[in-house]
C-alpha cells in the first residue's frame, strides 16, 4: 500500500496557476498508477487527471484539458498536477490516489482511503 500526502493548494485569482504535490512512500511507487481527483462543495469527488506507472500514458477530464498537466518523478516518488488558467469551478479539495496497475484503473473512484487532500481556491 501506498501513503500518500498531497500539498500546494491555496487562493489564487481567475487565471493563475497552481502547482500540486503528491509524495508517496511504501511500496514501489512505479507499479502504481497514479490520479489526481477534487471534490467541490455539494458535488460528488470526480477524477481530474491520471498518470501510468511509468509516465506514458496520462488522463484528463474535458474540463481540464489543455489547462492542466499530470506527471510524475518516480526517483522522488512524487506525482504533481500543473494547473494554469485557473476558473472559479476549479475551486475545491485536491485528492492524490494510487492503484496498482493500468491507468484505467482510476476511472474507479471507489479507493477505501482518502487522504487529508489540499484546498484550491480561484477567486473570480
Known amino acids: 500500500q501506498v501513503q500518500l500526502v498531497e500539498s500546494g493548494g491555496g487562493l489564487v485569482q481567475t487565471g493563475g496557476s497552481l502547482r500540486l504535490s503528491c509524495a508517496a512512500s511504501g511500496r514501489t511507487f512505479s507499479n502504481y498508477a497514479m490520479g489526481w481527483f477534487r471534490q467541490a462543495p455539494g458535488k460528488e469527488r470526480e477524477l481530474v487527471a491520471a498518470?501510468?506507472?511509468?509516465?506514458?500514458?496520462?488522463y484528463y477530464a474535458d474540463s481540464v484539458k489543455g489547462r492542466f498537466t499530470i506527471s510524475r518523478d518516480n526517483a522522488k516518488n512524487t506525482v504533481y498536477l500543473q494547473m494554469n488558467s485557473l476558473k472559479p469551478e476549479d475551486t475545491a479539495v485536491y485528492y492524490c490516489?494510487?492503484?496498482?496497475?493500468?491507468?484505467?484503473?482510476?476511472?474507479?473512484?471507489?479507493?477505501?482511503?482518502w487522504g487529508q487532500g489540499t484546498q484550491v481556491t480561484v477567486s473570480s
Open positions: 490516489n494510487s492503484r496498482p496497475g493500468p491507468i484505467t484503473t482510476m476511472l474507479n473512484l471507489d479507493f477505501g482511503s
Open positions: 498518470i501510468s506507472g511509468n509516465g506514458g500514458n496520462t
